[in-house]
């Protein structure tokens, strides 16, 4: 447990640390005065923050968590894994995560309104030109390596029940995100990837299924701008029988897919990232 605390510290810590090093960094460059890069570090000039300032310090922040646990190997890598040439793991991984959306919107809906402290943050960096390579495939792969390779590994380790690991590390994922309006989707699918994780011992099959997830927000955002202001409901006209027939849809594709995902994966001896 002592470890998965550590873990969860210097993932906080680098995020913190790195993202205000390169805001930082670069408004300095930019010719702003050390008064005006600790007014933006109070809160107080939070505008001379940018986009791309957003998008660098995001990029900074995952690959240096990457770069640690690996060196550290607080999450050991391998490619022992993709040895098994697990692609139907990897399929129904993709096909599970678009059956994940409608539920989950539709479940959030019917839990008291949530402050989105992140909606406008994450609005300009998937309108940045670098943002999906940060959101849909930097950011997925730090998680994954931080959340499962090391904090559930950890928890694996010294937890009688794999189940009350994968619900521990699965809360702590989605309280990390920090904004309330994640968290029940991140809460419902860190569940889903501690599973995979404790069945496959990799991380890849969570790499696969959290890239999907982000990829298909980013896509939804990128073709329908509104729908990021638009609740369930709204999409589709207001029409209850129509969200409840959309829930159902997604469910038959939803369990089908970790059905599937059953017979696919093969439990692994020990729990490692692979």
């Known amino acids: ?11 906080i810590f680098i995020q913190f640390f790195v993202q205000w090093a390169v805001f930082a960094a670069w408004m300095l460059a930019s010719g702003d005065g050390v008064d005006a890069v600790m007014r933006a570090f109070g809160g107080g000039n939070m505008s001379a923050i940018t986009p791309p300032m957003l998008v660098a310090a995001s990029a900074a922040s995952s690959a240096a968590a990457i770069a640690l646990f690996a060196w550290r190997r607080f999450a050991p890598m391998s490619p022992t894994y993709l040895r098994t040439r697990p692609w139907g793991v990897f399929f129904w991984c993709a096909v599970a995560s678009i059956g994940t959306i409608i539920p989950s919107a539709g479940l959030q809906e019917l839990l008291p309104a949530l402050p989105d402290l992140s909606g406008d943050t994450f609005k300009v960096v998937m309108d940045n030109d670098y943002g999906y390579f940060v959101l849909c495939l930097l950011v997925p792969f730090a998680e994954e390596v931080v959340f499962r390779g090391a904090i559930l590994r950890a928890l694996l380790e010294k937890m009688k029940s794999h189940w009350a690991a994968i619900a521990v590390s699965a809360l702590v994922f989605s309280v990390a995100h920090g904004n309330p309006a994640q968290m029940p ?12 994780y404790y069945r496959t011992g990799s991380i890849l099959p969570g790499v696969a299924l959290h890239w999907v997830n982000n990829t ?13 202001d638009m609740q369930l409901s709204d999409m589709f006209g207001g029409n209850t029988n129509n969200v409840v027939l959309a829930v159902v849809f997604s469910l038959f594709i939803l369990l089908p897919a970790i059905y599937q995902l059953n017979i696919w994966m093969k439990r692994a001896d020990a729990p490692r990232i692979k």
Request: aromatic share 20%.
């Open 1 to 11: 447990m002592k470890k998965a605390l550590l873990y969860l510290f210097l993932f």
């Open 216 to 228: 298909a927000a980013y896509a939804i955002y990128i073709l329908f701008p509104h729908s990021a």
């Open 185 to 196: 989707h991140a809460l419902l699918v860190g569940l889903l990837l501690g599973w995979m």
